[in-house]
């Protein structure tokens, strides 16, 4: 008698990835709290459990369709929830209706990324993001809060700034702008020796200001978008910033059983 397949979930790639959904739940109750910088720094260790579960997945042949599924659900809570919710406590409650709209409209725009983003595995360019990827927009984000408490600022004194860079990631997140996924770089290649000691310096600048370099850093990556497209494209239309694309007539295709769960199993790429 064949021995039935014993079920479970893996446990290293979902504990990296409840991990991270507990670094955005922390960012949450640390902004309610008025622990800004905490807050911030969390949605930044987020970043960092979400690179590692799905290359370890991958390392150690542990894809699943659980896996990928709950790992979107938690970047939905540290990459949508978390940056909107600490951006308003830092600096948008205070204006009323415009800011809870604002940190709406980055709230909704995370959603949309990922449920396009979920459509598209498999059929999209892996070179480039068809928008502005959820974790570099809460990077952009909660950077912003990281630098102004570094400084000393009163976010209620900037609203206007924090509204304007919450809701313009929220919108960058949904649009067709291109961004280089980095994905292609070939990381067991051989360096030349200088590249390690230019890294060192990264390393060492990092240090001295994390907060405003990796804000200055996300920001410039931001705008990398809008410019890669008006460089590729000879005319710019409508369809190339926001709206239907080619790319994204992913929920237009009937796809076979068979293909969608191999597209499942490619999300935590």
């Known amino acids: 008698m064949s021995q039935s397949k014993r079920k479970g979930i893996y446990l290293l790639p979902n504990l990296l990835t409840t991990a991270g959904l507990f670094s955005g739940f922390f960012a949450v109750v640390s902004s309610m709290n008025g622990r800004f910088e905490a807050a911030a720094v969390a949605i930044f260790v987020a970043m960092i459990f979400d690179g590692l579960d ?84 809460a990077a952009l984000v909660s950077g912003l809060v990281w630098v102004g408490v570094e400084y000393g600022a009163n976010g209620d004194d900037y609203g206007l700034v924090v509204a304007f860079i919450t809701s313009a990631a929220g919108l960058l997140m949904v649009s067709n702008f291109k961004y280089n996924s980095f994905k292609e770089v070939n990381w067991h290649g051989k360096v030349p020796f200088v590249a390690i000691l230019i890294i060192l310096m990264v390393f060492v600048i990092v240090a001295t200001e994390p907060a405003l370099v990796l804000f200055i850093v996300f920001a410039l990556y931001a705008l990398a978008g809008p410019i890669n497209t008006f460089r590729t494209v000879d005319k710019m239309t409508l369809d190339d910033v926001v709206g239907d694309h080619e790319e994204a007539d992913a929920d237009f295709n009937e796809d076979s059983e068979d293909e969608t769960s191999r597209k499942r199993t490619d999300k935590q790429e």
Do not use: H
């Open 54 to 137: 799905g290359r370890v997945a991958r390392m150690t042949n542990t894809q699943s369709d659980f896996g990928a599924e709950y790992d979107s659900m938690a970047d939905m809570v540290s990459f949508g929830m978390a940056p909107a919710l600490v951006a308003y406590n830092w600096g948008l409650s205070g204006m009323g209706k415009l800011g809870w709209l604002a940190a709406f409209i980055y709230v909704a725009g995370a959603a949309l990324r990922l449920a396009r983003f979920n459509t598209q595995v498999g059929i999209a360019d892996k070179r480039f993001f068809q928008g502005l990827a959820s974790p570099s927009a």
